[in-house]
């Protein structure tokens, strides 16, 4: 059995057992959610398994590009590329053309050679993240590179001995995913230079995002691609200047907008997904084909092909899609599923645009990798998202999930464009928000927070290096899911409409861009015309949760006026940083409920109370609104439990839930 199934029935026989044996201490009330979980999809085994309908050809549909410039297009790619299916090489050469957009003169080029990640166990990323990354690992022929062949001026002067590569973020010889070019003549504010590059890849079996497997290749991060060149103002900069790093264990990526023509030469019987649309129809020759693919406002260019792919397509338009052509590249083994492929790509599109903005691009490909090749799946580029490969005939709403996930990436990813080196929760929080929010209003699954925010054994600050994280759980626990806690406690607070306000200002102003942290805490305080400096301070910046608990309870009989009362004191504790008012619930032996609700801004209250009975128990956040409490445990308490059972409850259950939670996250 996998040990990550163990560990679940493992979590959920001592859930279970904790439950039954604290209902019987009269605290069943403190596990109450209301929150589900998803399921799969039923399965309809008794009805007759039609035959499903051959798949159309994949048509040359050729587009135009639109007039109108959404970005500043600081970058132009013509590249040609053969797939050498039997050595897993790509043959390149591409003309690439960089516009100074700053106000100084530039001497130098920074590009990456990601593929160069691959080249042995000594690079920067395979050493931080083992030959791992998620749950897919490194074969013995996990192995890649890239070579610059040739390097030159339009005027065809050498500049190979120029270039040398760099390591700016730990110095390590053995990397050489980062490269600086001192160019003979510095770029002029505005001014363009353009270089011409042959270059080959040797794809590795893939498990990173990169590769292939089988017959099926996932070319991502696969050409020598520029740095971004930050102008002044830009993220928060005083200065412009490149902003460089090297291939990370856990970082993705960060590029500048531009525009892509690529001709992807492969066999005949493969079929192409590919970043943009067709510029001109397929040529077949000599046993093979060529595809033309356009693409600009974007800033990056990936492709896919498999001769397995069974394409399917259709045309989708709602308010905010003014027109896309959706394109499947299934697996076979997931060609029945199309309509839950589709179904799920157009609600995904239909919301966002709703909720965010236009979708501005006239194509969307999703790919499903085979089994065998889910290190390809579960990523994005622009107009193209992979999903999960097709391990499961009969996926559960994984499936959804994926398609809507990576399609949400197209705007906080794709159009927004944060610097994921180093503000990654700007683009994978805000996706696995965005995401939560599809799922629960096309299909109904809701997201069980409180265990969620459970997870968060070892809270750590958003705003930091990709890299600084101690693991790539660490990494996912963070990024994904306390980025998304975060934005749902300022929804918490300021209610759904005024968040969806913030999100889409957010959007429209910064689409294009390269936003920061502190352009988005600057979105939410225009929005409510409020200051956040002290959420952003603790949540974001830092590495606080909100934890509020039952410190103590005190009941003492008293008289007053001849009658038998009692004395009820209750201690409320926050460990951390405000979320805003919380609501605390008294219950007393004669029935009466007694809700309070307290600003939570002190790191205590006092609640004291004389009344007829006495007090049975106090809770505190009672309905789990508190989506930065990771430790529930503490909410509720019981008066007539002496402190040395509390005690021995509290911290026992506590330090086993966060050993739990923390073995099974991400």
């Given at each position: 059995?996998?040990?990550?199934?163990?560990?679940?029935?493992?979590?959920?026989?001592?859930?279970?057992?904790?439950?039954?044996?604290?209902?019987?201490?009269?605290?069943?009330?403190?596990?109450?959610?209301?929150?589900?979980?998803?399921?799969?999809?039923?399965?309809?085994?008794?009805?007759?398994?039609?035959?499903?309908?051959?798949?159309?050809?994949?048509?040359?549909?050729?587009?135009?590009?639109?007039?109108?410039?959404?970005?500043?297009?600081?970058?132009?790619?013509?590249?040609?590329?053969?797939?050498?299916?039997?050595?897993?090489?790509?043959?390149?050469?591409?003309?690439?053309?960089?516009?100074?957009?700053?106000?100084?003169?530039?001497?130098?080029?920074?590009?990456?050679?990601?593929?160069?990640?691959?080249?042995?166990?000594?690079?920067?990323?395979?050493?931080?993240?083992?030959?791992?990354?998620?749950?897919?690992?490194?074969?013995?022929?996990?192995?890649?590179?890239?070579?610059?062949?040739?390097?030159?001026?339009?005027?065809?002067?050498?500049?190979?001995?120029?270039?040398?590569?760099?390591?700016?973020?730990?110095?390590?010889?053995?990397?050489?995913?980062?490269?600086?070019?001192?160019?003979?003549?510095?770029?002029?504010?505005?001014?363009?230079?353009?270089?011409?590059?042959?270059?080959?890849?040797?794809?590795?079996?893939?498990?990173?995002?990169?590769?292939?497997?089988?017959?099926?290749?996932?070319?991502?991060?696969?050409?020598?691609?520029?740095?971004?060149?930050?102008?002044?103002?830009?993220?928060?900069?005083?200065?412009?200047?490149?902003?460089?790093?090297?291939?990370?264990?856990?970082?993705?990526?960060?590029?500048?907008?531009?525009?892509?023509?690529?001709?992807?030469?492969?066999?005949?019987?493969?079929?192409?997904?590919?970043?943009?649309?067709?510029?001109?129809?397929?040529?077949?020759?000599?046993?093979?084909?060529?595809?033309?693919?356009?693409?600009?406002?974007?800033?990056?260019?990936?492709?896919?092909?498999?001769?397995?792919?069974?394409?399917?397509?259709?045309?989708?338009?709602?308010?905010?899609?003014?027109?896309?052509?959706?394109?499947?590249?299934?697996?076979?083994?997931?060609?029945?599923?199309?309509?839950?492929?589709?179904?799920?790509?157009?609600?995904?599109?239909?919301?966002?645009?709703?909720?965010?903005?236009?979708?501005?691009?006239?194509?969307?490909?999703?790919?499903?990798?085979?089994?065998?090749?889910?290190?390809?799946?579960?990523?994005?580029?622009?107009?193209?998202?992979?999903?999960?490969?097709?391990?499961?005939?009969?996926?559960?709403?994984?499936?959804?999930?994926?398609?809507?996930?990576?399609?949400?990436?197209?705007?906080?990813?794709?159009?927004?464009?944060?610097?994921?080196?180093?503000?990654?929760?700007?683009?994978?929080?805000?996706?696995?928000?965005?995401?939560?929010?599809?799922?629960?209003?096309?299909?109904?699954?809701?997201?069980?927070?409180?265990?969620?925010?459970?997870?968060?054994?070892?809270?750590?600050?958003?705003?930091?290096?990709?890299?600084?994280?101690?693991?790539?759980?660490?990494?996912?626990?963070?990024?994904?899911?306390?980025?998304?806690?975060?934005?749902?406690?300022?929804?918490?607070?300021?209610?759904?409409?005024?968040?969806?306000?913030?999100?889409?200002?957010?959007?429209?102003?910064?689409?294009?861009?390269?936003?920061?942290?502190?352009?988005?805490?600057?979105?939410?305080?225009?929005?409510?015309?409020?200051?956040?400096?002290?959420?952003?301070?603790?949540?974001?910046?830092?590495?606080?949760?909100?934890?509020?608990?039952?410190?103590?309870?005190?009941?003492?009989?008293?008289?007053?006026?001849?009658?038998?009362?009692?004395?009820?004191?209750?201690?409320?504790?926050?460990?951390?940083?405000?979320?805003?008012?919380?609501?605390?619930?008294?219950?007393?032996?004669?029935?009466?409920?007694?809700?309070?609700?307290?600003?939570?801004?002190?790191?205590?209250?006092?609640?004291?109370?004389?009344?007829?009975?006495?007090?049975?128990?106090?809770a505190v956040d009672p309905q789990n609104d508190n989506v930065l409490d990771n430790k529930h445990i503490n909410n509720f308490m019981k008066a007539d439990l002496d402190a040395k059972t509390r005690t021995r409850w509290?911290?026992?259950?506590?330090?086993?839930?966060?050993?739990?939670?923390?073995?099974?996250?991400?």
């Amino acid at each position: 059995m996998n040990p990550r199934y163990a560990k679940r029935i493992l979590l959920f026989a001592l859930a279970a057992v904790i439950i039954g044996v604290t209902a019987r201490q009269g605290f069943g009330n403190a596990w109450v959610s209301q929150y589900t979980f998803a399921s799969v999809p039923a399965k309809q085994d008794g009805a007759p398994k039609q035959a499903a309908p051959p798949a159309p050809q994949e048509p040359d549909n050729v587009m135009q590009p639109k007039p109108v410039a959404l970005s500043k297009r600081v970058t132009e790619y013509h590249i040609d590329v053969t797939l050498q299916e039997s050595t897993h090489m790509l043959q390149g050469e591409q003309s690439v053309t960089w516009t100074n957009p700053g106000k100084q003169q530039v001497s130098e080029l920074y590009f990456h050679f990601y593929p160069n990640a691959f080249r042995s166990k000594d690079t920067t990323f395979m050493k931080e993240s083992g030959g791992q990354l998620r749950e897919d690992k490194a074969t013995a022929d996990s192995t890649g590179y890239m070579n610059l062949l040739s390097l030159q001026t339009t005027e065809g002067y050498s500049l190979l001995p120029r270039l040398h590569f760099v390591q700016p973020d730990d110095g390590n010889p053995s990397d050489l995913t980062l490269a600086k070019l001192k160019l003979p003549t510095p770029v002029a504010p505005g001014k363009s230079v353009t270089l011409r590059m042959k270059f080959e890849v040797k794809l590795p079996e893939v498990f990173a995002r990169m590769g292939y497997a089988g017959n099926f290749v996932m070319a991502g991060q696969w050409f020598p691609k520029l740095a971004v060149y930050e102008t002044a103002g830009t993220r928060g900069r005083t200065t412009e200047g490149w902003n460089v790093h090297q291939y990370h264990g856990n970082s993705e990526f960060y590029s500048d907008f531009g525009i892509y023509s690529v001709k992807i030469n492969v066999p005949s019987a493969y079929k192409v997904a590919a970043t943009g649309f067709q510029a001109k129809a397929s040529v077949v020759k000599d046993g093979r084909k060529t595809y033309q693919f356009y693409a600009d406002d974007v800033h990056d260019f990936g492709w896919s092909a498999s001769p397995d792919f069974v394409y399917y397509e259709e045309p989708y338009s709602t308010t905010g899609v003014p027109g896309v052509r959706i394109k499947l590249y299934l697996d076979p083994q997931h060609a029945d599923l199309k309509d839950r492929y589709m179904h799920a790509a157009k609600s995904a599109l239909a919301k966002y645009a709703q909720w965010y903005g236009e979708y501005p691009y006239t194509t969307l490909s999703i790919v499903v990798p085979p089994k065998g090749g889910n290190g390809a799946g579960g990523m994005e580029y622009p107009t193209l998202v992979t999903a999960f490969s097709a391990e499961n005939s009969n996926p559960g709403y994984d499936l959804e999930r994926t398609v809507v996930h990576e399609i949400g990436h197209q705007y906080w990813y794709g159009m927004v464009a944060s610097n994921e080196f180093e503000e990654a929760w700007l683009d994978e929080g805000f996706t696995s928000y965005a995401e939560d929010k599809v799922m629960e209003s096309e299909y109904g699954v809701a997201p069980n927070l409180p265990v969620e925010s459970s997870y968060m054994t070892d809270p750590a600050p958003l705003k930091q290096l990709s890299w600084s994280y101690q693991s790539n759980n660490h990494y996912a626990e963070n990024v994904y899911i306390r980025a998304k806690l975060v934005l749902i406690g300022i929804e918490k607070q300021v209610g759904e409409a005024t968040m969806r306000k913030i999100m889409r200002t957010y959007f429209q102003k910064f689409k294009f861009k390269h936003p920061s942290t502190a352009d988005f805490q600057k979105v939410v305080e225009s929005v409510t015309k409020t200051k956040w400096n002290d959420y952003f301070s603790h949540f974001v910046y830092g590495d606080a949760m909100s934890d509020y608990s039952v410190a103590s309870i005190h009941v003492n009989p008293v008289k007053q006026d001849g009658k038998q009362l009692f004395e009820n004191v209750v201690l409320i504790k926050k460990s951390g940083g405000s979320v805003g008012p919380v609501t605390i619930m008294l219950h007393f032996a004669d029935g009466t409920v007694m809700p309070k609700v307290w600003d939570g801004q002190d790191a205590h209250i006092q609640i004291k109370i004389v009344h007829s009975a006495k007090l049975l128990w106090a809770a505190v956040d009672p309905q789990n609104d508190n989506v930065l409490d990771n430790k529930h445990i503490n909410n509720f308490m019981k008066a007539d439990l002496d402190a040395k059972t509390r005690t021995r409850w509290s911290v026992g259950l506590s330090k086993l839930l966060e050993t739990l939670f923390s073995s099974l996250a991400w």
